[in-house]
């Protein structure tokens, strides 16, 4: 045991009228929502980078926090390690979520940054053994580093490609060892800046190349998770491959890799990209593309990526609307890819920082239930297109009708729709009642 942690013990579940600012007074892990435990619903997850590995830091000012594995190569790495089980354990979830150079310094070769991977993932490995905590997804570093500021797999340099290529193999390798069920591609110099030295073509070939090596060697190993690619904006590159689900798809289906790889959701990623974070929820589950989400929030007064903690119960119930309706999330599930502020110095302030997210999760999932449950939303959706089902009409839908014969039977059957209230006021009370 490590003395980072001295003098905090588990988080435990206390109800709403709790005033223990270190108690969940939402998130109740074994009350049964919808014929599931909460903690199954959610698969909530912790993510190294932000909680472990992030110094303080924003666009203006550097490190902030003093944690005591900073700078201390593979020694501190070893410190780390111990304290992220601890946490792990005090805040009581099954899942935590990694990038490679979280977890273990990067050497000044592929050989060396590998070699310290497997032996930070051996320990990590025994301590997943002891606790009983699971890996939710891996995930490999591709945009830190000056090698990739032209991208890793849509860089001009076939050299930084292939480097790219036996980063993620050694790390991929690691999520299926560890029993990961998920393994994340987020592409976060994979765009351009300016199309004065830039082939859009080239690069997305070479994307969709670097993806098939990962899907073929995913399949050759044995991995059984899902593979996914987290859309994002615009942040960092001026103009991003994956900026939203819309475009990840499009992207996929020209290349024929629609049915091998799903989303990884982001809220922030979604407010950045002009969505809300429902609206890409629900064209990824119309698409069968809704793997895993990531939960946070932005600073709506900051235009970058801010990664607070979620705090909006109603977005959240909206959000596990979609969720629920789509069956769940399989393997996948809620990563908290948010942070405490740069002012939040203490260790309890992470626990703060994940108690609110997982209260305000839990009071958008009960939320989604009771509405689901009510049934008036469904309802009211269905009536408004009702009219799709009557036999007219289905046939358009079907293609069993041409454009002369829609003409030809408006004409016989002197069709003169009126408009009709959408009710979106109405509906939004309704939503309210619940969250």
Request: charged fraction near 25%.
């Given at each position: 045991?490590?003395?980072?942690?001295?003098?905090?013990?588990?988080?435990?579940?206390?109800?709403?009228?709790?005033?223990?600012?270190?108690?969940?007074?939402?998130?109740?892990?074994?009350?049964?929502?919808?014929?599931?435990?909460?903690?199954?619903?959610?698969?909530?997850?912790?993510?190294?980078?932000?909680?472990?590995?992030?110094?303080?830091?924003?666009?203006?000012?550097?490190?902030?926090?003093?944690?005591?594995?900073?700078?201390?190569?593979?020694?501190?790495?070893?410190?780390?390690?111990?304290?992220?089980?601890?946490?792990?354990?005090?805040?009581?979830?099954?899942?935590?979520?990694?990038?490679?150079?979280?977890?273990?310094?990067?050497?000044?070769?592929?050989?060396?940054?590998?070699?310290?991977?497997?032996?930070?993932?051996?320990?990590?490995?025994?301590?997943?053994?002891?606790?009983?905590?699971?890996?939710?997804?891996?995930?490999?570093?591709?945009?830190?580093?000056?090698?990739?500021?032209?991208?890793?797999?849509?860089?001009?340099?076939?050299?930084?490609?292939?480097?790219?290529?036996?980063?993620?193999?050694?790390?991929?390798?690691?999520?299926?060892?560890?029993?990961?069920?998920?393994?994340?591609?987020?592409?976060?110099?994979?765009?351009?800046?300016?199309?004065?030295?830039?082939?859009?073509?080239?690069?997305?070939?070479?994307?969709?190349?670097?993806?098939?090596?990962?899907?073929?060697?995913?399949?050759?190993?044995?991995?059984?998770?899902?593979?996914?690619?987290?859309?994002?904006?615009?942040?960092?590159?001026?103009?991003?491959?994956?900026?939203?689900?819309?475009?990840?798809?499009?992207?996929?289906?020209?290349?024929?890799?629609?049915?091998?790889?799903?989303?990884?959701?982001?809220?922030?990623?979604?407010?950045?990209?002009?969505?809300?974070?429902?609206?890409?929820?629900?064209?990824?589950?119309?698409?069968?593309?809704?793997?895993?989400?990531?939960?946070?929030?932005?600073?709506?007064?900051?235009?970058?990526?801010?990664?607070?903690?979620?705090?909006?119960?109603?977005?959240?119930?909206?959000?596990?609307?979609?969720?629920?309706?789509?069956?769940?999330?399989?393997?996948?599930?809620?990563?908290?890819?948010?942070?405490?502020?740069?002012?939040?110095?203490?260790?309890?302030?992470?626990?703060?920082?994940?108690?609110?997210?997982?209260?305000?999760?839990?009071?958008?999932?009960?939320?989604?239930?009771?509405?689901?449950?009510?049934?008036?939303?469904?309802?009211?959706?269905?009536?408004?297109?009702?009219?799709?089902?009557?036999?007219?009409?289905?046939?358009?839908?079907?293609?069993?009708?041409?454009?002369?014969?829609?003409?030809?039977?408006?004409?016989?059957?002197?069709i003169n729709p009126q408009p009709r209230s959408g009710r979106q006021e109405y509906l939004e009370n309704l939503v309210n009642r619940f969250v």
């Amino acid at each position: 045991m490590t003395d980072f942690f001295k003098g905090l013990s588990q988080v435990k579940y206390e109800g709403p009228e709790s005033r223990n600012p270190l108690a969940f007074r939402h998130y109740n892990k074994d009350e049964v929502i919808a014929g599931k435990r909460m903690e199954d619903h959610v698969r909530p997850a912790i993510a190294y980078w932000h909680t472990f590995a992030q110094e303080g830091g924003d666009p203006f000012g550097g490190r902030t926090f003093d944690r005591p594995w900073f700078d201390k190569g593979m020694d501190g790495a070893k410190l780390k390690t111990e304290v992220a089980f601890e946490f792990f354990d005090l805040i009581d979830v099954p899942f935590f979520a990694f990038h490679d150079v979280d977890v273990a310094p990067e050497g000044e070769t592929l050989a060396e940054s590998n070699k310290n991977l497997r032996i930070i993932g051996d320990l990590i490995a025994a301590n997943m053994q002891k606790s009983g905590k699971k890996l939710l997804w891996g995930t490999a570093n591709l945009f830190s580093n000056r090698r990739y500021m032209a991208g890793a797999a849509t860089n001009p340099d076939p050299e930084v490609f292939a480097y790219a290529a036996g980063q993620v193999k050694a790390v991929l390798e690691l999520t299926n060892e560890l029993g990961g069920e998920n393994y994340v591609l987020w592409g976060g110099r994979e765009g351009y800046e300016t199309l004065l030295n830039t082939k859009i073509g080239q690069e997305q070939d070479q994307m969709a190349r670097f993806l098939t090596l990962v899907i073929e060697h995913a399949e050759k190993i044995g991995f059984k998770g899902q593979i996914l690619i987290e859309p994002k904006p615009q942040e960092p590159s001026k103009h991003q491959y994956d900026y939203d689900v819309a475009t990840v798809f499009g992207f996929l289906q020209k290349y024929g890799l629609e049915k091998k790889v799903k989303c990884n959701i982001e809220v922030g990623h979604a407010f950045l990209a002009g969505h809300s974070f429902e609206h890409e929820l629900a064209v990824a589950s119309s698409l069968g593309m809704l793997g895993s989400v990531d939960a946070n929030r932005n600073d709506l007064q900051s235009g970058w990526d801010t990664d607070h903690f979620p705090n909006n119960a109603g977005e959240m119930a909206l959000a596990f609307y979609y969720i629920i309706k789509q069956g769940g999330l399989g393997k996948g599930g809620f990563n908290f890819d948010a942070k405490v502020r740069r002012q939040s110095l203490d260790p309890a302030d992470l626990l703060h920082g994940h108690i609110l997210g997982l209260d305000t999760l839990a009071r958008g999932l009960k939320g989604a239930a009771a509405l689901i449950a009510d049934g008036e939303f469904d309802k009211l959706l269905d009536e408004r297109y009702a009219g799709w089902n009557q036999k007219g009409a289905a046939a358009m839908l079907k293609g069993e009708r041409s454009l002369e014969e829609i003409a030809a039977w408006v004409h016989a059957e002197n069709i003169n729709p009126q408009p009709r209230s959408g009710r979106q006021e109405y509906l939004e009370n309704l939503v309210n009642r619940f969250v």
